[in-house]
């Protein structure tokens, strides 16, 4: 059994450890409230660095070729629900961009401008372009990487954040959490075509393979939804607790599309669903907020970025069980499995 805790003092701010082996790989978690970055190897299953990259990074996706990492940076100050943001210091708009971090040398390269506040991404299938949602703004931003140049903004409702495209890269879902939906966009005119009704407060995406049926949370109604996009409304609709106690945030699917692992916030638990059907098969208290979710590339590992908590949860698939926590100071709001 691994150790519980593993501290992360003795840690340089920047650096990148050792060498991962080869097969291996690391886990990247994003810290919003202390602007770096926690990088995680998988054969010691410990933090092996923390690397600054800017204010508060939250989304974090890679590259086709996993040879470079984007973040989503925002000089937004940080608000929970019910904080009256009149009071709060007045936004940074220069932190505001995509950050591009280089895995070969684990350094951040460039801050690129996206769009105010841009919280969530998610990349074409060719990697040339990022769809940003720009929280408050209402709306979301087509970033073209070759020219590091904003080509489109378009209104999607208020306070946006989950991003997704398609698994056949013709389809970009964006939720809305203010108003309850998920606006649709076509990837070949670029073009918002549909905003659908999900249910309170969405925020996250996981389409199943066909590119149709993609499934939705709706955080303030303790339900998932299994969203049919070509029908513009809900397939199924799974309630996995009390509205208000429960409140699913994350949804990833496993790399068979079979399992779809959904995190609730303050709920504090894991749900281990069948994606075909959206019956439970299990649950894990998995840590303090647990919110982002990262899949080892076999599926066998999930980690949960626990925000208060100031750790990532590793929880075995098979025995539905936290066999370690890894401290990373600094709310930790997403992760990324990457292959070395």
């Given at each position: ?91 940074d708009k220069s932190a505001d961009g ?89 990837t070949a005119r670029n073009e918002l ?122 929880i075995d698939v098979a025995t539905k ?20």
């Open positions: 059994m691994w150790k519980t805790i593993v501290p992360l003092a003795a840690l340089m701010m920047v650096g990148c450890g050792s060498a991962p082996k080869p097969g291996g790989y690391r886990v990247y978690v994003t810290n919003e409230a202390s602007g770096d970055l926690t990088v995680i190897d998988s054969e010691k299953m410990e933090a092996v660095a923390r690397i600054p990259l800017g204010k508060r990074p939250r989304g974090i996706h890679a590259s086709p070729d996993g040879k470079t990492i984007y973040v989503a940076l925002s000089g937004s100050p940080i608000a929970g629900p019910g904080v009256d943001e009149s009071t709060l210091p007045p936004p995509i950050g591009v971090f280089d895995v070969a040398s684990q350094k951040l390269l460039r801050v690129i401008h996206s769009g105010s506040d841009p919280e969530e991404f998610d990349l074409s299938r060719d990697g040339k372009l990022i769809y940003v949602s720009n929280e408050d703004v209402g709306g979301a931003s087509i970033l073209d990487l070759a020219t590091e140049k904003i080509l489109k903004e378009f209104k999607t409702g208020e306070e946006p954040e989950g991003v997704t495209v398609s698994p056949d890269g013709k389809l970009v879902l964006v939720t809305s959490e203010d108003a309850g939906t998920v606006a649709v966009v076509d075509v549909d905003n659908i009704k999900v249910g309170r407060r969405p925020r996250s995406i996981a389409f199943l393979p066909d590119s149709n049926l993609a499934w939705v949370n709706a955080e303030n109604d303790g339900t998932v939804v299994l969203l049919d996009v070509a029908k513009k409304a809900a397939a199924k609709t799974v309630t996995l607790g009390e509205a208000g106690v429960v409140k699913p945030m994350k949804v990833l699917l496993s790399p068979d599309s079979k399992t779809l692992f959904v995190s609730t916030g303050r709920g504090k638990k894991v749900f281990f669903l069948d994606a075909a059907t959206g019956a439970t098969l299990g649950e894990v208290e998995a840590g303090r907020r647990p919110w982002g979710l990262g899949l080892s590339p076999d599926g066998k590992t999930l980690f949960t970025a626990n925000g208060p908590g100031n750790d990532i949860a590793v069980s936290v066999v370690k926590r890894i401290a990373s100071e600094g709310s930790p709001w997403g992760v990324l499995t990457l292959k070395q």
